[in-house]
């Protein structure tokens, strides 16, 4: 009998906290507040968009130059083991391809950045445009004197 008087007790206490919680409708003022707060992590958003995409292109950049060097390397190696001096050839081959794999490694590192660093901007952009359209909501809201 006890656990049902408990029960009863929570159940009755759970509804008139819900019932006061419906009845605290946010003020104008408080989803202007909101609107704000929501366009500026848009914003900071799309920063962090926009230095990913950057980070992104420099590492494209560095790759393809990693790939360059890798080749040259290459070369380099086959045209010692021209001369005859063939384990130094084929150690400078091996760093050379080796180097190759790293700068396109990293290349789609930097692809990938980039693909990120448009998400994010595009997610600021919602955001903004979110927080614009709760600022209004809420200017509406008080103008009406809610």
Not at 80 to 105: D, I, M, R, T
């Amino acid at each position: 009998m006890f656990n049902l008087s408990q029960r009863v007790a929570l159940i009755v206490a759970a509804g008139l906290i819900g019932a006061s919680l419906m009845a605290q409708a946010p003020t104008g003022q408080q989803v202007e507040k909101k609107g704000e707060r929501v366009e500026q992590r848009g914003a900071a958003q799309e920063k962090k968009g926009e230095r990913q995409e950057a980070r992104g292109a420099r590492n494209v950049a560095k790759g393809e130059t990693k790939v360059q060097k890798g080749a040259r390397m290459e070369q380099r190696g086959e045209a010692l083991e021209a001369q005859g001096k063939v384990k130094q050839g084929e150690a400078l081959e091996k760093k050379g391809e080796h180097k190759g794999k790293l700068g396109a490694a990293q290349e789609r590192k930097g692809v990938r950045q980039e693909v990120r660093g448009a998400r994010n901007e595009r997610k600021g952009e919602r955001k903004e445009t979110r927080g614009e359209h709760l600022e209004k909501k809420g200017a509406a809201m008080e103008k009406k004197g809610l």
